[in-house]
Every structure is written in C-alpha cells, then in structure tokens.
C-alpha cells in the first residue's frame, strides 16, 4: 500500500518549463511501477509517461516524447515529471499513480495521487 501526493503544478507560458515531485508514503514504494496520467478539459484521461520499479525502463506517449521526462529517487520514496517545451494542449490535471507491473493502462493502477493542475498559456 502507497500513499501517494503531488506537487509542483502550476501555471506557465508557452515554451516553459514545470517539474513535477508525486511523494509516496510507504514501505513497499521500491515494488511499484509509477505512472503519471492526466486529464484536459472534455477529454478522457490519457496516459503520459511510466518507469519501473528500479527505474531502468521509461515510456513515454508520442505527445510528450522528447519533452517529458519521467525518474524516480527510490531513497527519497519520489518520482517526478520534467516537463519542458510546454504547449498549450498540455493543459490538464496530473495524477501519478503507482501499479504492480508498468502499464499505460488506467484501470491497471491502484493508487492515485489528488491530482496537480498544469495550465499553459499562449
């Protein structure tokens, strides 16, 4: 079991840069899979990025390839988000969210964060 918060949204211009920290609470955190999601405005929530467990494998949606990075500091129980090159259509909430096994499927995670907004403006 994880507990999982966000942190570090925000709002930002066009071409900008955000990072954002998902703080797990929890023993087993190391086991898990990290997952970040988000969710526009009138759209489904969409898979953006993932690691596993030990943090040697990445994957990324082909929206955000080459401006997102995903990692993760086991020691400090963190995974994060580099986002750069921000554009508008960037715009949405962000949920980390920790699975047994990496997948880009929602359903597939059992723990989610509260969610941090990320507005970008033109």
């Known amino acids: 079991q994880v507990q999982l918060v966000e942190s ?3 709002l930002v211009q066009a071409g900008g840069s955000l990072r954002l920290s998902c703080a ?9 899979a990290m997952g970040w999601f988000r969710q526009a405005p009138g759209k489904e929530r969409d898979f953006v990025a993932a690691i596993t467990s030990s ?11 080459g401006r ?4 993760r500091d086991n020691a400090k129980n963190t995974v994060f ?15 980390c969210a920790a699975s047994i096994q990496v997948t880009s499927e ?12 990320v507005t970008v403006s033109s």
Do not use: C
């Open 24 to 32: 797990a609470s929890g023993r087993t955190f190391s086991y898990y």
């Open 81 to 95: 988000l580099q986002m750069n090159s921000l554009k508008p259509e960037d715009t949405a909430v962000y949920w």
């Open 106 to 117: 929602t359903h597939d995670y059992a723990y989610w964060g509260q969610g941090t907004q």
């Open 55 to 65: 943090g040697e494998n990445t994957y990324y949606a082909d929206s955000v390839k």
């Open 8 to 10: 570090g949204g925000g």
């Open 68 to 71: 997102f990075t995903i990692s």
